[in-house]
């Protein structure tokens, strides 16, 4: 007889999540561009309803009505057909628990969010990596790794950790090659910082077909990560799945209110995306004229840029820099990314300054 509870073989090869930190490596306090969360804080209305608190004695809706009417209004969408989680994460997690198992594979690109590769290992499944296209994902390579055993393909769309994005007709192309009994995910957690223009197209698929399920966070362009609001969006069976396994009272009473209030006020939303369009823009340009140096900017359509820091200067050494300079960003050697930087975009003084550190410690 086991002397203690034995943990089973598919939860111990699983690495758990490494959030995006404050702190450098001597414990001193820093300024945050790790964690992909918005500089601008959140919509003054959502703070409003944050400082109304219910009673806090109360369970929250089980159900999150009001807030997914809102949702279903604001997007265009049936409400019966929204469910809200934790945080997208724990919709991510809960998809790969409803659709995938023992024997069967979970499909996601090369460099793509770490929550895929902990969601399949959860229920037991095996996580396939597919191979990438300069850091975007590659369609046919997803494509040509599916298998019978495939049962969830999870893509983020725009992608974390590299910014990258794949098209309408590209996400309709991976859709169509897909076998009918496999589960797509599109995970839109940056699709706010998207122009209408850009839209993926993740809604109409999911509306239109019983095996797309399109999640969302409120943590990015909403500013409200530390709320813990998701939602994701597909056929009724999809939604039943999710809803059968959630916590039954997995929104909280302040997230509900701040997640409805902040969809009020979709000026914050536009201003937002402005504000980050410019300053990505402004940055990436910044560290595309340190191309001499072999330092290079991957194009970005989120609210952050992967660097890529491939001549005298290593990733190491400017995330040293960097943090001598007070701010933290990401370094992820662990996801096969050692050469890289992600930095979340901040303000235009703390870019400038993050561009100025950078130049300065590659020597131009
Ligand atoms: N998907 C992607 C691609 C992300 O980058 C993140 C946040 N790191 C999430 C989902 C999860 O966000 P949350 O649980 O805060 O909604």
């Not at 069967?104 to 969601?119: G, N, P, Q």
């Not at 399109?214 to 709320?227: D, W």
């Not at 536009?270 to 910044?286: K, V």
Request: charged share 20%; glycine share 8%; aromatic share 6%.
């Amino acid at each position: 007889m086991n002397t203690r509870p034995t943990i089973k073989p598919w939860i111990e090869g699983i690495h758990a999540y490494v959030p995006g930190k404050a702190t450098g490596a001597d414990g001193r306090q820093l300024v945050k561009l790790s964690a992909n969360e918005n500089p601008l804080g959140c919509s003054p209305q959502a703070l409003d309803a944050l400082n109304a608190p219910a009673n806090p004695a109360t369970y929250p809706d089980p159900d999150a009505t009001a807030l997914r009417a809102k949702l279903a209004e604001v997007h265009g969408l049936n409400a019966k057909r929204i469910v809200c989680g934790t945080g997208s994460d724990e919709l991510l997690n809960l998809a790969a628990q409803a659709f995938a198992g023992p024997g069967d594979e979970v499909l996601f690109s090369k460099y793509s969010f770490s929550v895929y590769d902990i969601a399949a290992r959860r229920c037991g499944a095996r996580p396939v990596e597919a191979a990438d296209d300069q850091y975007t994902a590659d369609v046919d390579a997803l494509l040509d790794a599916v298998n019978e055993t495939t049962r969830v393909v999870f893509l983020a769309n725009p992608n974390n950790p590299t910014g990258t994005y794949l098209p309408r007709t590209e996400v309709e192309r991976l859709h169509a090659g897909l076998p009918a009994d496999v589960l797509l995910v599109i995970d839109q957690a940056y699709a706010e910082y998207l122009t209408p223009e850009e839209d993926d197209g993740g809604f109409l698929l999911a509306a239109a077909h019983s095996n797309v399920l399109v999640t969302r966070t409120f943590s990015k362009a909403y500013g409200l990560a530390g709320e813990r609001i998701g939602w994701a969006t597909g056929a009724p069976h999809l939604i039943d799945a999710l809803n059968r396994i959630r916590g039954p009272f997995n929104v909280t009473n302040s997230g509900q209110a701040a997640g409805l209030a902040a969809l009020s006020d979709q000026a914050f939303i536009s201003a937002t995306r402005e504000h980050n369009t410019t300053q990505l823009a402004r940055f990436s340009d910044a560290m595309a004229a340190l191309g001499n140096r072999g330092i290079r900017p991957v194009p970005s359509k989120a609210n952050f840029a992967l660097v890529l820091f491939e001549g005298e200067l290593d990733a190491a050494e400017a995330l040293a820099a960097i943090a001598a300079g007070g701010y933290a960003v990401r370094h992820l050697p662990g996801q096969g990314l050692p050469h890289a930087l992600r930095i979340t975009i901040g303000t235009a003084e703390q870019m400038d300054d993050i561009a100025q550190i950078i130049a300065k410690a590659a020597g131009a």
